[in-house]
């Protein structure tokens, strides 16, 4: 059986996710798993989980892009072990590598090792850009978010009566959020 795999790191990325569906079902696809979780998020990736218990010997685990499956080789190798462990390969379309072949594992490494020095580098890049507008005095992370509705959550808990759950519900904070702010700022 032919198995997919498709992963895209947040729900506003509904173009990347057809996409690899469309490709996945090309590539005869029988069953296809699908999520939107972030790749750094291994043990959250329910969905890639499932599709390696469902493999059986002589199925093929198919994703069409080496980045939707792992962010560095040690991940990427504990998959591929799994698969051959049940007796499977892995397809990835865009590279033409099929781990079912000694030049598909070879090849499969190579692009593994070049795919986290890549990652590895991009995020250097990114760590240094930051350094160097805090320092310009450019960048200041992102607004608080919670801490701007302050007066909405002592509003709605303190003369409403509305609980911090339901507060953080109506707010779109998070509840640790409504309890910080009331502590930070106590009744009387």
Same mark, same amino acid.
């Given at each position: 059986?032919?198995? &997919? ?22 590539? &005869?696809? +029988?069953?296809?798993?699908?999520? +939107? @979780? ?6 959250? #990736? ?31 190798? *504990?998959? @591929? +072990?799994?698969? !051959?462990?049940? &007796?499977?390969?892995? %397809? ?12 598909? %594992? ?18 250097? #890049?990114? #760590? ?7 320092? $310009?005095?450019?960048?200041? *992370? %992102? ?7 302050? $007066? $909405? @959550?002592?509003?709605? @808990?303190?003369?409403?009566?509305? !609980? ?10 998070? #509840? ?11 009744? &009387?």
């Amino acid at each position: 059986m032919i198995v &997919g795999y498709a992963r895209t790191s947040t729900a506003d990325q509904k173009a990347g996710l057809a996409a690899q569906l469309r490709d996945l079902e090309r590539a &005869g696809c +029988e069953k296809v798993f699908q999520e +939107e @979780v972030s790749s750094v998020d291994t043990a959250g #990736r329910e969905q890639l989980a499932l599709a390696l218990d469902f493999i059986r010997d002589g199925d093929v685990l198919v994703v069409t892009k080496l980045d939707r499956l792992a962010r560095s080789v040690a991940h990427l190798l *504990g998959i @591929v +072990e799994q698969v !051959s462990a049940k &007796g499977a390969s892995l %397809r990835i379309l865009d590279a033409a590598i099929d781990t079912g072949t000694p030049n598909g %594992r070879l090849m499969l490494n190579l692009l593994g090792s070049i795919a986290q020095f890549e990652r590895e580098i991009m995020l250097e #890049r990114q #760590r240094e850009g930051i350094a160097k507008a805090k320092a $310009d005095g450019k960048y200041k *992370g %992102r607004k608080p978010t919670a801490k701007a509705k302050a $007066d $909405d @959550v002592l509003r709605l @808990v303190r003369q409403e009566g509305v !609980s911090a759950a339901e507060t953080a519900k109506q707010l779109g904070i998070g #509840r640790a959020s409504v309890y910080r702010i009331l502590d930070d700022h106590p009744a &009387g």
